[in-house]
């Protein structure tokens, strides 16, 4: 029978169970949905306890009460790049003026495997920028982010709060004065499975092979303003590229619909105002429009939570690489449910990952959200006929707009 380290449906899946082996008898193996789970290998364990006695799931992890700001970068051309506003590269300007080292999520196109990795200087940032909605693999980083606290570098750590408890408790809690933990606020991964399902089925509708893509894209006609940056962007072997919009692409209606999250983010132990990382950084979607410029709206703004003492401390040095200012926790929380608590696992979540591998990725989604998409196709059948101007009209009851 196979050793369980913590509850199955709790398993965040963040390897520290198999870093912290000894015998290296633990491996993160993938799912039938597409997620890392830990596998012992029975006949090399020693029960020596180890994987059970680190996993953050089996322990209650200290929090701080989060202070709350928006901000952005300075730097329009780093907005530009990041998700946010960019407050991910402010941190890490912080930290390696200090001659420190930044560990962050790296998407490999060619495998298509998102992957912890270690970046130690600016021209590097944009390996590890921008939100990729899966999980990333852990791999050897929390080995390596110790090396480099034990010799008294600095390192900014960045990753989801799961990551971020792994983390603590790879390193036994131990109070490194160097470390600065980060975590994107997170409503849940995706499946690797699904992100692979949807890109085939993305592949076989144009007729030609994807070689890269980006869950986040901005510039142009394509502002961050109401969610607006979160689209897919497909990036095709013949140079030509599609952006696919969060409202008509398949891939945000299932993910914004919490169909194919990892079964722990139902249960996720980190959301809510009671933080683990230093800072917590996410998008302000609830920034209130009178208090930005139209600009800002289209470059991105971002909502950070200071959580500790080491955070609050670094917000004045902060100030060479972004503008900030601080907001009531009621102008963010209503905008993102992670604030408050774990979405709700949907009832089509099971017959999803029963038929992912047997039927198209496309077709499921359009099947589960048959009456959106109806709505959708009427909207753009009546607006051809009549005429955006019209259409717009009909819409808002005869008015002009
Ligand atoms: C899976 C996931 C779910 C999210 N859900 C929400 C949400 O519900 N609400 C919200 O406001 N924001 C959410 N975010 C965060 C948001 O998309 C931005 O990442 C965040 O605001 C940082 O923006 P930035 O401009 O400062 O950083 P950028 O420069 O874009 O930096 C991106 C940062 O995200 C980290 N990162 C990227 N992909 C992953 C990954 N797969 N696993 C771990 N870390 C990763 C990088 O290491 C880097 O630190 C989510 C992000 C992820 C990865």
Redesign the pocket.
């Known amino acids: 029978m196979q050793k369980e380290i913590c509850n199955k449906l709790e398993c965040t899946g963040c390897g520290a169970c198999a870093a912290v082996c000894p015998k290296k008898c633990i491996e993160m193996k993938e799912s039938s949905e597409g997620f890392a789970y830990p596998e012992v290998d029975a006949a090399a364990c020693i029960n020596c306890d180890l994987c059970t006695k680190t996993c953050h799931i089996n322990q209650t992890l200290e929090t701080s009460k989060a202070d709350f700001y928006m901000g952005w970068?300075k730097e329009q051309a780093?907005?530009l790049?990041?998700?946010?506003?960019?407050?991910?590269?402010?941190?890490?300007q912080y930290v390696f003026s200090r001659g420190g080292v930044?560990?962050?999520?790296?998407?490999n196109s060619g495998t298509g495997e998102?992957v912890?990795t270690i970046i130690t200087d600016c021209a590097e940032?944009q390996r590890?920028?921008?939100?990729?909605?899966?999980?990333?693999s852990t791999k050897e980083i929390f080995a390596q982010v110790r090396r480099y606290l034990d010799d008294g570098r600095y390192v900014l750590f960045?990753?989801?709060a799961c990551?971020i408890a792994a983390l603590k408790a790879y390193l036994k809690h131990k109070p490194y004065e160097k470390l600065i933990t980060?975590?994107?606020?997170?409503?849940?991964?995706?499946s690797k499975k699904t992100v692979d399902a949807y890109i085939q089925s993305r592949e076989k509708a144009f007729g030609k092979k994807i070689i890269r893509y980006s869950f986040?894209v901005k510039g142009g006609n394509t502002a961050w303003e109401n969610g607006g940056s979160?689209r897919t962007q497909l990036f095709f072997e013949d140079g030509s590229d599609i952006i696919e919009d969060q409202s008509t692409g398949t891939f945000f209606k299932g993910f914004n619909n919490n169909l194919f999250l990892r079964e722990s983010c139902y249960k996720c132990h980190y959301c809510g105002t009671d933080r683990i990382a230093d800072f917590t950084?996410?998008?302000?979607?609830g920034v209130s429009r009178s208090k930005v410029t139209k600009e800002q709206l289209k470059n991105?703004v971002?909502?950070i939570l200071a959580n500790t003492g080491r955070a609050r401390a670094m917000l004045p040095e902060l100030r060479q690489y972004m503008e900030f200012e601080e907001i009531g926790a009621g102008e963010a929380i209503p905008?993102?449910?992670?604030l408050v608590q774990p979405n709700t696992r949907p009832a089509d979540r099971d017959r999803y990952f029963a038929e992912i591998g047997r039927k198209s990725y496309d077709s499921l989604i359009h099947r589960y959200y048959r009456k959106y998409y109806i709505k959708l196709k009427l909207k753009r059948l009546l607006s051809g006929i009549l005429g955006e101007k019209n259409f717009a009209k009909l819409k808002s009851g005869g008015k002009d707009s």
């Open positions: 970068h780093v907005q790049k990041s998700s946010s506003g960019g407050v991910f590269t402010a941190l890490a930044v560990a962050g999520a790296e998407l998102v912890h940032l590890v920028r921008s939100s990729k909605y899966y999980q990333s960045s990753g989801v990551q980060v975590d994107v606020l997170c409503h849940g991964v995706a986040r979160t950084i996410a998008d302000f979607w991105g971002s909502l905008y993102n449910k992670a």
